[in-house]
């Protein structure tokens, strides 16, 4: 008779060999970075490579912010069986309602105005609940940041039992998250040989997390900023003309700020997508826009932020399209 | 002799810091048929600013404010375009 050995009751997680019983197995970390892949065609004589934070789990760099800022409110007690309330344009949000989902916690978003169908779709097919803010929804006190506004006097009201709000513009454990995590995966990817860091201003997380940690590597890397203009639709971006800077941006570690504009971003998302084969969103195609344009030396190593990818955009290229690509009969 | 206001809905936001009180009266005013009227109970004094900007911005008419101290009552008539 042949005996039959007992199979254990599942395989192992192996990262060698990409098989993972939990999908927050999948959240990066410098052994385990997202990619850096090197832009060959649009910004000719150019090193410049971009970190493809679209292939993060839950689809964009806010992976990173989100458990990170969930793990620092349940190391301090702060979460408990309160629900969750977070201002956010949808990346931060998403990620956070599918951590919620696996924690079993309830979201609340409070999201912009404008911010794309598709990201509205994608937080309620997670469970979340969305609250659609206009910018200038508080007109007297809070002009322009309507839903982080919000998203406060939810998580004030009934005494601040129901609700926890993480507060990614506040939370330094936003910036640790890159400081960690981002960083070191860069400053390790390129060997060392990193020159320029290229990120957008939004919650400023990333451009001051990873730009802490590269200058403690080596000073004289610059870190540039990316600023999108006032009324701009670079969902993610913040003009600082017209929203509050959010108190966790140092200001210490930005050697420079570009500003960029819509048609420029689209124009270089569409680039990007048609010259490159790399379906970004549009903060994208801004943030390499600037890299583009600044005078880079060709040997040069720069590091470009992609936060997203354009998949939750669609709606807004359809609108950039126009009746491109359809038969002109 | 006072003009009697027909309330249509009323929406109690005791207790509420703003802009939730804009929020919420906003929703109801959404679903309100012009000329319909909200009467609307706050206690954040921030809404004797925000409230009567909110009317504004929408297109509705603010018809009466009621300061009492410890709350704030508002009647807003829903505009035609808002």
Redesign the interface.
């Known amino acids: 008779m042949i005996s039959r050995v007992e199979a254990p009751p599942h395989l192992t997680t192996d990262r060698q060999a990409q098989r993972y019983n939990d999908i927050r197995e999948l959240l990066p970390d410098p052994d385990h970075p997202t990619p850096l892949v090197r832009v060959n065609r649009v910004a000719a004589g150019t090193t410049l490579y971009l970190k493809l934070e679209w292939l993060n789990p839950f689809g964009s760099i806010k992976d990173r912010t989100a458990v990170y800022l969930l793990d620092g409110l349940q190391a301090r007690g702060e979460l408990g069986d309160r629900e969750l309330v977070e201002a956010s344009s949808g990346n931060t949000a998403i990620a956070l309602a599918a951590l919620a989902a696996l924690n079993g916690t309830k979201l609340t978003v409070t999201i912009p105005e404008g911010v794309p169908e598709e990201k509205k779709v994608v937080l309620r097919m997670l469970g979340a609940e969305v ?1 659609e ?1 206009p910018d ?7 002009p322009k940041d ?1 839903a982080i ?2 998203a ?3 998580a ?3 005494g601040g039992v129901r609700y926890v709000m993480p507060n990614q513009y506040e939370n330094p454990d936003n910036v640790a998250a890159h400081y960690e995590t981002t960083g070191p995966e860069i400053w390790r990817q390129t060997e060392g040989r990193v020159r320029a860091f290229f990120a957008g201003f939004g919650t400023c997380g990333t451009i001051t997390g990873v730009g802490r940690y590269l200058k403690e590597q080596d000073p004289t890397i610059k870190i540039v900023a990316i600023e999108p203009q006032q009324g701009h639709r670079l969902p993610g971006l913040k003009s600082f003309g017209e929203a509050k800077q959010p108190g966790i941006l140092d200001w210490s570690v930005i050697d420079d700020v570009v500003r960029v504009d819509d048609p420029a971003a689209y124009d270089m998302t569409k680039r990007l997508w048609r010259e490159e084969a790399l379906m970004v969103g549009p903060s994208t195609g801004a943030i390499v826009h600037a890299a583009a344009g600044y005078g880079l030396d060709p040997d040069e190593v720069a590091v470009g932020v992609s936060p997203d990818s354009g998949l939750k955009y669609t709606s807004y290229f359809a609108e950039l399209l126009g009746e491109e690509g359809l038969p002109q009969l | 002799m006072t003009t009697q206001i027909n309330v249509t809905e009323s929406l109690d936001t005791s207790g509420v810091l703003c802009p939730l009180p804009v929020y919420k009266a906003a929703l109801v005013l959404k679903r309100l048929q012009p000329g319909q009227v909200l009467e609307l109970t706050c206690t954040d004094p921030g809404s004797l600013a925000d409230i009567p900007a909110m009317a504004r911005q929408r297109g509705d008419t603010l018809l009466k404010t009621d300061d009492r101290g410890e709350t704030q009552v508002f009647w807003i008539e829903k505009g035609t375009s808002s």
């Open positions: 609250w803010t200038d929804l508080c007109p007297v006190d809070h309507g506004a919000l406060r006097s939810l004030a009201g009934q």
